[in-house]
């Protein structure tokens, strides 16, 4: 999930909302549940959570003309002649600049053949592309506003998927995961009680009962509505959120949460709840808005399998494509542990918690399930508006990546950007779909686990390697290194899906480009070439200056002792022709050539209860068990 993040499989950002002055707060006011009357294997219930409209207003432009009187002087000027043929030989210097050249591969053909034709064809001068998609192909951009249809007023807060699961049939039917795959965001009531989960073993008493010592990181945040986001002045509400870090422990952050909840039951007395009303307040001198700051306990990792193995084993009761870890979830196939991704996190939260802004990591899905007692607010813009809330953090003065923020919901209305808006009661698992936007707020004390999964989809690994690519443009590394994810994926699974095989294939086709490239490029150099290797369960590599994966060729300085990692392109920055540099390589170009040939569309499946909708495979080679 992105940085911090609490939804999907992991919290991120930190903070606030806003709205325009002179618009009285709306209030969040779900309305009655429609039920949908065209599943018959499995009730599933549509409920609209919507806020209060507010017009919009038209604003009438008038244009003015003035006439202005423009007085022309006639002045000597000198006319300085460029040498003609200094100008023919820049004109020939631009036109002689080098053009990469392009081998004629395709997926259709054997390592070998993609190999031996590289080699034909050679490195050339100029840079080699990196790029795991088609040859010449642009850079996955977002869509603008302009570029998406027009909505209706009704369709800007969109009625949100609720799922009512009441047994384990309709727990581990394909109809619940397809229903999922094709909504941005569905709430599912009654799961972990369907599959005998015990939610308790994730509440403060039993983890500080476990491991009270263990770390949790902090955040401390203004305390404010979902509905506004006030800058650290008072004075404007923004989409910029502040919050500071810091670190403490499980038992003395259980302190911190008892404190609150004692002193809120202690001063609203019989009109308590684990939901509280927020006191909105102004100072009578300045006018200005008194929020006090609160502490969010976030990104508390339950990755250890000694010490939170009944955590870990409980979530195994869940569908396997709602776990952490199965044969059919993408993330499993990584080889490494990224926390809060293919790991548990868990989230402490007193009332107004809140993580801002975000899509996961690389676009990929994402589990969260309130353990309680309080609720949890969320909101939801489909993964097609992810360009326009881009061009308004851009608008705000916020990076979409790298940034925090809480968009304001009026500015989402104006933009006609839809938004999914629900609460998430103690007990209900929120799924979020491959490249859902989502920010989410406590409304009241609760805990939360989240982690993030990869549906073995065309879509999600789609949105994946495009996410890879526009993080590259961006200077923003991507958690997930797809390359490498693509090659264990195709090392232990089969797949059925054509166009999914077909990605995949064109991902390794490409990585073997840049292998027989660089490795020329190197050699052509006289630079050393070495073999480094690749242990089991070993970090991927990445460039320590643009911090773009290095799958299999990477350079290092040969006079240094502790060596840093370089891609082709930030080496020859330093030394232009290499000079002083080492080629590692990781793999053995006949290992990789074995895995591409060996990795072919597998025939259909027949649906089980492990593979429901018959995604995946045969995991090494080995059909995978019902």
């Given at each position: 999930m992105g940085v911090h993040t609490e939804i999907l499989g992991r919290e991120r950002r930190p903070l606030s909302q806003s709205q325009d002055e002179g618009v009285s707060a709306k209030k969040f006011k779900p309305t009655p549940m429609l039920v949908s009357k065209d599943e018959t294997s499995l009730k599933i219930r549509i409920s609209r959570y919507g806020g209060a409209h507010t017009k919009s207003t038209e604003e009438d432009e008038q244009q003015t003309e003035a006439e202005v009187t423009v007085k022309q002087e006639l002045k000597m000027c000198k006319v300085r002649m460029s040498n003609l043929s200094t100008a023919e030989i820049n004109q020939e210097d631009a036109e002689a600049k080098p053009t990469p050249p392009v081998p004629n591969i395709n997926v259709g053909m054997t390592a070998s053949e993609i190999v031996d034709e590289c080699e034909r064809v050679g490195p050339g001068p100029g840079p080699i592309s990196t790029s795991v998609l088609d040859e010449g192909a642009p850079c996955p951009k977002p869509k603008r506003r302009s570029q998406l249809p027009k909505l209706s007023p009704s369709q800007l807060l969109p009625q949100t998927p609720c799922v009512q699961v009441k047994n384990k049939q309709e727990a581990f039917s394909p109809q619940l995961l397809e229903w999922c795959l094709q909504r941005p965001i569905t709430v599912i009531r009654g799961l972990p009680q369907v599959c005998d989960m015990d939610l308790s073993l994730y509440t403060t008493k039993?983890?500080?009962?476990?491991?009270?010592?263990?770390?949790?990181?902090?955040?401390?945040?203004?305390?404010?509505?979902?509905?506004?986001?006030?800058?650290?002045?008072?004075?404007?509400?923004?989409?910029?959120?502040?919050?500071?870090?810091?670190?403490?422990?499980?038992?003395?952050?259980?302190?911190?949460?008892?404190?609150?909840?004692?002193?809120?039951?202690?001063?609203?007395?019989?009109?308590?709840?684990?939901?509280?009303?927020?006191?909105?307040?102004?100072?009578?001198?300045?006018?200005?808005?008194?929020?006090?700051?609160?502490?969010?306990?976030?990104?508390?990792?339950?990755?250890?399998?000694?010490?939170?193995?009944?955590?870990?084993?409980?979530?195994?009761?869940?569908?396997?494509?709602?776990?952490?870890?199965?044969?059919?979830?993408?993330?499993?196939?990584?080889?490494?542990?990224?926390?809060?991704?293919?790991?548990?996190?868990?989230?402490?939260?007193?009332?107004?918690?809140?993580?801002?802004?975000?899509?996961?990591?690389?676009?990929?899905?994402?589990?969260?399930?309130?353990?309680?007692?309080?609720?949890?607010?969320w909101f939801g813009v489909p993964d097609e508006y992810w360009g326009p809330l881009q061009e308004h953090c851009e608008k705000n003065n916020v990076d979409y990546l790298h940034g925090s923020w809480w968009p304001i919901i009026e500015d989402l209305k104006e933009a006609e950007i839809p938004c999914y808006r629900f609460m998430q009661r103690p007990g209900e698992v929120v799924w979020v779909n491959t490249g859902c936007v989502h920010w989410v707020q406590a409304a009241g004390w609760c805990n939360n686990v989240a982690w993030n999964t990869g549906p073995l989809t065309f879509r999600q690994y789609t949105a994946a390697i495009d996410r890879y690519e526009w993080n590259k443009s961006q200077r923003y590394q991507s958690i997930v290194a797809m390359v490498f994810l693509t090659w264990n994926m195709a090392r232990n699974?089969?797949?059925?899906?054509?166009?999914?095989?077909?990605?995949?294939?064109?991902?390794?086709?490409?990585?073997?480009?840049?292998?027989?490239?660089?490795?020329?490029?190197?050699?052509?150099?006289?630079?050393?070439?070495?073999?480094?290797?690749?242990?089991?369960?070993?970090?991927?590599?990445?460039?320590?200056?643009?911090?773009?994966?290095?799958?299999?060729?990477?350079?290092?300085?040969?006079?240094?002792?502790?060596?840093?990692?370089?891609?082709?392109?930030?080496?020859?920055?330093?030394?232009?022709?290499?000079?002083?540099?080492?080629?590692?390589?990781?793999?053995?170009?006949?290992?990789?050539?074995?895995?591409?040939?060996?990795?072919?569309?597998?025939?259909?499946?027949?649906?089980?209860?492990?593979?429901?909708?018959?995604?995946?495979?045969?995991?090494?080679?080995q059909a995978v068990d019902s």
């Open positions: 039993t983890l500080v009962e476990s491991h009270p010592n263990h770390p949790v990181e902090v955040r401390t945040q203004l305390e404010q509505s979902s509905d506004e986001n006030w800058d650290p002045s008072l004075k404007e509400q923004v989409w910029y959120c502040t919050s500071s870090r810091s670190h403490t422990t499980i038992s003395k952050y259980a302190e911190y949460l008892s404190t609150s909840f004692k002193e809120a039951k202690e001063k609203l007395g019989s009109e308590f709840s684990v939901n509280p009303k927020l006191e909105l307040k102004n100072d009578p001198e300045t006018g200005l808005p008194i929020r006090k700051t609160i502490k969010f306990g976030t990104n508390c990792d339950l990755s250890d399998e000694k010490k939170w193995k009944p955590q870990i084993q409980e979530l195994m009761k869940l569908p396997c494509w709602l776990r952490v870890v199965s044969a059919g979830n993408m993330l499993s196939h990584i080889g490494h542990q990224i926390l809060g991704m293919n790991t548990i996190q868990l989230y402490m939260k007193v009332p107004r918690s809140r993580t801002p802004g975000h899509q996961e990591n690389n676009n990929f899905a994402a589990v969260n399930i309130n353990i309680g007692p309080g609720d949890s607010e699974i089969r797949v059925t899906d054509v166009d999914l095989y077909r990605m995949m294939k064109r991902t390794m086709m490409r990585s073997l480009r840049q292998t027989a490239l660089m490795k020329m490029f190197a050699q052509e150099r006289g630079v050393p070439i070495r073999f480094h290797g690749h242990r089991p369960n070993e970090p991927v590599n990445y460039c320590m200056i643009c911090e773009e994966e290095v799958f299999n060729i990477f350079f290092v300085k040969g006079n240094e002792k502790k060596h840093v990692v370089h891609c082709l392109r930030c080496a020859r920055q330093t030394s232009k022709d290499l000079n002083g540099w080492i080629c590692l390589e990781e793999y053995d170009i006949e290992e990789l050539k074995s895995v591409f040939d060996s990795f072919i569309l597998g025939e259909s499946l027949v649906s089980t209860r492990e593979n429901p909708l018959k995604l995946s495979l045969v995991n090494n080679n």
